[in-house]
């Protein structure tokens, strides 16, 4: 008998019934063991899976690269199709456990079939998984679930791979709703930006060290590195400040942003400074000795610590940080060309690259968003100057937190009025821009323009 180990306080998981006597079957129960282990943690502890696996592998030194890949990937695909393998029975009954792996895997199409294999034995399951390999071409989500509906016979829908609570915050046409669960079963790629560089010469640069980089259609110094796992700090052009990591969706707010190059702007929720280091890039862009500054403010003193080193690394000047102390302005009133409020969301937008979130979360992490949200944007307001602009975004593609938002504060500030805008992607003309993870192969973002009267 082999017992797993289990964070939980639930009952181990035990192998019974069977000898175990090849050295893949034991590799794939020492595997599901680990996997086991992390995925109770993340749905026991409600705590996101990025971080309880970086925990994990920083007190687990002993894994090579390629474990971590099969643990990462495997344990990202559980995720991923967990919407399904719900379905399969409780995750604290070994067969069923072992049976969520051989799927998620077989989802996937991952490399490592022999152990897919070993894990669907160890199930007790009879499956045939092979029709998921015989394609060459990439299955849909819509041909996995018919696939697998009818090797498992378990009725299974596209729509269940998303919570109920979702398909009523988050409310979108069904074609739509098609093409954005689509999206959310496929991890999107490692999108950059190239800084204080063309864009094909960092492409260049970077495949000496052998980095695949393709460029983007959308914004000239946007490039797009692929889904394989990049370590940066080894990377000569990152040590450089050349390159800096951003989603294509977030990349879409400096853009809708438009600073110019002698403009004074607030960055009122600035993080780590993702969006305040593109601001500065797209400054310097239009003019090498723009005289235009950034102040990025946060509540979190640590963010913007790290924002100072990038801001370094980058060689970029006139960037200085304020942290929020209180509700009181950090920052002269109205004083701003522009204020960016990139607010503290649900982070629905991002589930592409969390599908974890997805069974962690629940509507909870929408309600509480709002009030918190109109309350900065109209605190922030202050801060703009007559003719300036404030630009609201959410990495939230709840109409709560986004359209609601907008909305109450356009009334509640006659004095604000809002820009049109052209949706990047799509080239349509809106007043409040989503962009929709599937659009353009990213994350999925909200963004509004207010111009000050
Ligand atoms: C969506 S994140 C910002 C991401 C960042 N702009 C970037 O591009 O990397 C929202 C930020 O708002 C900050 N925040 C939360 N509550 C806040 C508040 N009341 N005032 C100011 N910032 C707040 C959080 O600490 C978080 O860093």
Known sequence: MTTFSTTSAKMPLTV?????????????????????????????????????????????KQHGSKDRKVIRETLFSVFRWWGWLKKFGDYQDSNTFFSALSVAGALEQHSWQPLTQAWLQLSHHSIDLSVFYQDEQVLSAAQKCQLLTHVSSIPLDLIDLV????????????????????????????????????????????????????DSPHFIDALNLGTKSINLPSVDSYKRGQIEIQDLASQVIGQICQPKPHEQWWDACSGAGGKTLQLRSLMLQ????????IIASDIRKKPLIELVKRAKRANFDNITTMAWKDNTLPVKAAAFDGVL??????????????????????????????????DILSRSAAAVKTGGKLVYATCSISPQENEAVVNAFAQQHPEFSQQRLTHPFTHEKVTMLTVWPQEAN????????????
């Not at 893949?24 to 696996?53: C, E, H, W």
């Not at 990213?442 to 009267?453: E, P, R, T």
Request: glycine fraction near 2%.
């Open 163 to 214: 919570p109920d609570w979702f398909r009523e915050a988050c409310p979108v046409a069904e074609k739509q709703q098609t093409k954005l669960i689509e999206a959310l079963c496929t991890r999107p790629p490692i999108w950059a930006r190239a800084q204080n560089i063309d864009v094909k010469q960092l492409i260049k640069n970077l495949a000496t060290q052998e980095i695949h980089a393709i």
């Open 341 to 374: 409020v990139d607010a503290p969301c649900s982070c629905t937008g991002t589930w592409r690259r969390n599908p974890d979130m997805r069974w962690i979360d629940d509507s909870r992490c929408i309600e509480d968003k709002p009030a918190l949200q109109l």
């Open 442 to 453: 990213s994350d999925g973002m909200f963004v509004a323009v207010f111009i000050k009267q």
């Open 16 to 60: 019974t019934d069977m000898q175990v006597d090849s050295a893949m079957q034991r590799r794939a129960i020492s595997y599901a063991n680990t996997l086991f282990g992390l995925f109770d943690q993340v749905m026991v502890q409600k705590q996101p899976a990025d971080r309880i696996l970086a925990e994990y592998f920083r007190a687990h």
């Open 286 to 293: 239009q003019d090498s000795f723009s005289s235009g500054s």
